[in-house]
């Protein structure tokens, strides 16, 4: 069992950045690869962005291309979500996720199903 406690979360102007972080209870976040999905208010929840277990591998939603990157640091057992160049459109409840199965395409990294871990949430809010 590996429990996943999301922060870094706030209100942000439209063109700022943040960073989130990913907190995992278990020392061995280098076993799992991990995953960052949203979801807006009123609209279903969507993938942002992913990380392989060796961390050799992103996949990245088409619309945070660019702006977002994945990034871990297995010794301290977290994941960050670096945001630059926020917009409106990205305010939602960011989550993080974590799988002990493999992760070898964008298709399967989108994929909420192929998780098994889930943090409770950070709210972004981008203002305009």
């Known amino acids: 069992q590996v429990q996943l406690v999301e922060s870094g979360g706030g209100v942000v102007q439209t063109g700022g950045s943040l960073r989130l972080s990913c907190a995992a209870s278990?020392?061995?976040?280098?076993?799992?690869?991990m995953g960052w999905f949203r979801q807006a208010p009123g609209k279903e929840r969507e993938f942002v962005g992913a990380?392989?277990?060796?961390?050799?591998?992103?996949w990245y939603e088409d619309s945070v291309l660019g702006r977002f990157t994945i990034s871990r640091d297995n010794a301290n057992n977290t994941m960050f979500l670096q945001m630059n160049t926020l917009k409106p459109e990205d305010t939602a409840l960011y989550y993080c996720?974590?799988?002990?199965?493999?992760?070898?395409?964008?298709?399967?990294?989108?994929?909420?199903?192929?998780?098994?871990?889930w943090g409770q949430g950070t709210e972004v809010i981008v203002s305009s």
């Open positions: 278990r020392p061995t976040l280098g076993l799992y690869a």
């Open positions: 990380i392989s277990r060796n961390d050799l591998s992103t």
């Open positions: 996720a974590a799988t002990s199965g493999i992760l070898r395409s964008w298709i399967v990294a989108a994929n909420p199903e192929k998780y098994d871990y």
